[in-house]
């Protein structure tokens, strides 16, 4: 830089990094192609980072990601509740690569906000229809057999605002109640071993330690398949909104069955018919009845980039990538159209294609400035093709609130913005 | 934002904090019935997990106190419900102390809180209003919930005996009982019945969504013209940047 040594290093970063990230709007910025030859100054300058001392290894025991990074958080909608302890937030899909959501950045929804537990006072209670009623201390979790899986978590209002028709521009708003890490826990079925199960238990209810005291009935069959009872996501505990210190892991499912700080299981012979099962989690369909205990979270996909909050800012080259997901298995292939349906091809996988797992797919593109409709298309190991919404609406109305998985459409405007759109 | 103002607002999270309404099913069948209930799991784990012979000996046993202490889980049969007794009357007294702020004197809810009565025959309607009167199924859900989670930021706050007033007068708001005396108690609960009870049926998608299985999806020249029918953009309801949250 043409300014000579300041020892205010710092406080000159932060006046560039505001500058930068002001910048990010504008078409083009932070390409390399400055005026045809004129030197850029980035390379022919020493920079302020390439002349003084960055911070020591003492300054940051926890890291946090880079502050250019700093618009990459969850957000909100506040008209969408009626207060913030029982709401939700939104991953940054359209901020994020791979298939992990980091532990900062998973979408929360509380019901009675975020229950701050010292693990040395959390007790877990097995009782019911049970041989011997347990009480166990995180201690005695934690000596038993573990296992790691990595599953998404959906929730059962994902996309539930466009049921009605395209409300929210942004796939984070459309799409971002959904999150996928590793989890560390031990299987539910050691814990009601522990316990012994009676001849007539059928059900398992779960329930919370917050002040919602959120609690669900689950099906013996699914209990000692595959949900786990899980400490630590993504190598280290539990976040306090994800249900530190234990929250249940229900593969597949929807996700207000994955009650966090757990702290009771009661065992019975039929379900509880809990508020979360009745009132809630519930599906209205046009003829005035309604599905219940709709568990399973069905194949569904996403363009995440393009797409509203992430726009097109190049023509030639481009990169289209998504997130491709199944409740009911692994996802076996992700067709992508850019012409609103007329044609369609094979997106590319890549990465592990887990069994109930996000999966990361991508069409590498070239684009002229046309007007695109982009959509997506998820087929998972069970055959089940992803539906568009008039498919769904179809047979389901438009009032079922939950479980919406219909094909997502973007429009890409020739000047880059682009839109969420329904296409007929 | 009022209600009316925010069309397309998702009435799950509207009712947020509260007790809206929802099935009952007197005996339930239940949805995905558990067909192997084992009086002893397999002792064998999932792929790939480990596989203990016997018992690892952890936790200790629970006591009947604490067991007493957190069990507060009440069923449609009745199951779980403790000794206590309250009328129409007595409940209106504590719902409006208690709870009227929020959900309004006669339940209609306050702003954005959750309206508790009311909505009767509005659930084929294009806005249906899905209340305890209207849409719940059973009306242990009531006081299950609202023994474990209101009123909403003082929780486990009410007595048995309140709860049971409560009930009746929010039984009352939606014209089951009739009675200002009633009195609803452990003794005759099971005897209510919510009208929606019938209208909840388990999930059937691999039934009646049979044909989204084994479809082999056209690639290449499948429709004529693609029109746009819907923008987001036009509504603009969506918060932008300067709205979140700072973080830093």
Not at chain 1, 50 to 70: A, C, H, I
Request: net charge neutral.
């Amino acid at each position: 830089m043409t300014s000579p040594a300041r020892p205010d290093a710092l406080s000159r970063r932060r006046f560039l990094g505001g500058a930068a990230l002001a910048g990010a709007g504008l078409a083009g910025a932070g390409t390399a192609r400055a005026e045809a030859g004129k030197p850029d100054p980035l390379i022919t300058e020493v920079q302020d980072w390439n002349r003084y001392l960055g911070e020591g290894v003492d300054k940051r025991p926890y890291g946090m990601p880079s502050r250019f990074e700093r618009h990459v958080i969850r957000r909100d909608v506040p008209w969408l509740t009626a207060s913030p302890e029982s709401s939700v937030s939104f991953t940054p899909l359209h901020e994020l690569d791979g298939i992990i959501t980091p532990s900062g950045l998973c979408f929360s929804r509380h019901h009675g906000g975020i229950a701050e537990i010292d693990p040395a006072s959390h007790r877990l209670m097995i009782h019911g229809l049970v041989e011997k009623p347990l009480v166990f201390t995180m201690e005695d979790i934690r000596r038993m057999p573990r296992q790691n899986r990595i599953h998404f978590l959906e929730c059962a209002a994902n996309s539930g605002m466009e049921w009605r028709g395209a409300q929210l521009n942004g796939c984070q708003f459309t799409h971002g109640m959904v999150h996928n890490v590793m989890y560390t826990g031990v299987p539910l079925k050691l814990l009601l071993a522990e316990a012994g199960l009676k001849p007539q238990a059928k059900w398992l209810m779960l329930e919370g330690a917050d002040a919602s005291g959120m609690n669900r009935s689950l099906p013996l069959d699914k209990a000692l398949d595959d949900v786990l009872i899980a400490f630590a996501m993504n190598g280290e505990a539990l976040r306090p909104d994800q249900g530190y210190p234990l929250r249940a892991v229900i593969p597949g499912w929807e996700g207000n069955l994955w009650v966090k700080w757990l702290r009771r299981i009661e065992v019975g012979d039929m379900p509880w018919q809990a508020r979360e099962e009745t009132s809630k989690y519930t599906d209205l369909l046009a003829d005035g009845r309604s599905r219940r205990f709709t568990f399973v979270m069905d194949a569904k996909s996403v363009v995440t980039n393009p797409s509203p909050q992430a726009p097109l800012r190049h023509k030639g080259r481009n990169v289209l990538t998504g997130l491709a997901w199944s409740g009911r298995g692994a996802i076996k292939r992700v067709d992508v159209t850019l012409d609103g349906g007329r044609n369609w091809q094979h997106a590319r996988i890549d990465g592990p294609a887990l069994d109930k797992s996000l999966t990361r797919f991508y069409v590498d593109f070239d684009w002229a400035g046309q007007d695109l409709l982009i959509q997506s298309r998820a087929i998972d190991s069970t055959g089940y093709l992803q539906p568009t919404k008039d498919e769904l609406r179809k047979i389901r109305g438009t009032n079922s609130i939950y479980h919406n998985n219909g094909i997502q459409t973007w429009h890409v405007k020739a000047n880059g913005e682009t839109e969420n759109v329904e296409i007929g | 934002m009022s209600r009316s103002a925010s069309p397309l607002l998702l009435a799950g999270f509207a009712a947020a904090a509260v007790l809206a309404a929802a099935p009952l099913i007197a005996q339930t069948k239940a949805a995905a019935p558990a067909k192997s209930a084992q009086a002893h799991p397999p002792a064998k784990a999932a792929t790939g997990a480990p596989a203990p012979a016997a018992k690892l000996g952890l936790g200790r046993e629970a006591l009947p106190e604490e067991i007493q202490a957190w069990a507060i889980s009440v069923r449609p049969d009745g199951k779980g419900l403790p000794p206590g007794k309250g009328t129409v009357r007595q409940g209106d007294e504590i719902f409006q102390a208690q709870c009227a702020s929020c959900h309004g004197e006669f339940g209609q809810g306050n702003g954005r809180w959750p309206v508790l009565a009311g909505g009767q025959g509005s659930l084929r309607s294009d806005r249906p209003e899905k209340t305890i009167g209207s849409f719940w199924s059973d009306l242990s859900t009531v006081f299950d919930y609202v023994r474990r989670a209101m009123p909403f930021g003082n929780a486990r706050s009410l007595s048995p005996d309140e709860i049971y007033a409560v009930t009746a007068y929010l039984l009352y708001l939606n014209d089951i009982v009739k009675d200002e005396d009633f009195e609803l108690s452990d003794k005759n609960f099971t005897s209510v019945k919510l009208p929606n009870a019938a209208a909840f049926y388990d999930d059937d998608r691999e039934t009646t969504e049979k044909a989204f299985w084994g479809r082999e999806p056209c690639m290449s020249d499948c429709k004529q013209q693609v029109t746009i029918t819907g923008r987001a953009a036009v509504l603009d309801v969506t918060p932008d940047a300067k709205t979140a949250p700072k973080v830093d």
